[in-house]
Nanobody, 128 residues
Framework: QMQLTESGGGSVEAGGSLRLSCTVS????????IGWFRQTPGNQREGVAL????????KYGDFVKGRFTISLDRTTHTLHLQMNSLKFEDSGMYYC?????????????????????WGQGTRVTVSS
């Protein structure tokens, strides 16, 4: 099982930026899909962005609309999410999640129930 540890959350004004990081440790499989998920108030957990272990094939939730960028440092096994133009509705808990699959299926964004490994989350608060 992969151990995932998030950092980088915090408070920012609307229009501002934050950079989230997730360090991966423990048993790291040869292939995996990893990404960021969030749970905003009153909503179920949803996918924000996904990336393959090779650092390619990024996928984003529709609400991202070019504001966020996911990246993976393969040498340090660190996942990042650069979030720009943050909105009030982006506030919530952000989780790093991974699954030992060779393909990052789009369905993981819509329904994260097949994601097996999770971090504890980091809170993002955007003030309007």
């Amino acid at each position: 099982q992969m151990q995932l540890t998030e950092s980088g959350g915090g408070s920012v004004e609307a229009g501002g930026s934050l950079r989230l990081s997730c360090t991966v440790s423990g048993h790291i499989p040869a292939w995996y899909c990893i990404g960021w998920f969030r749970q905003t108030p009153g909503n179920q957990r949803e996918g924000v962005a996904l990336i393959r272990d090779e650092g390619i094939s990024e996928k984003y939730g529709d609400f991202v609309k070019g504001r966020f960028t996911i990246s993976l440092d393969r040498t340090t096994h660190t996942l990042h999410l650069q979030m720009n133009s943050l909105k009030f509705e982006d506030s919530g808990m952000y989780y790093c999640g991974a699954v030992a699959k060779q393909v990052c299926w789009t369905k993981y964004l819509e329904d994260p129930s097949d994601v097996t490994d999770w971090g504890q989350g980091t809170r993002v608060t955007v003030s309007s």
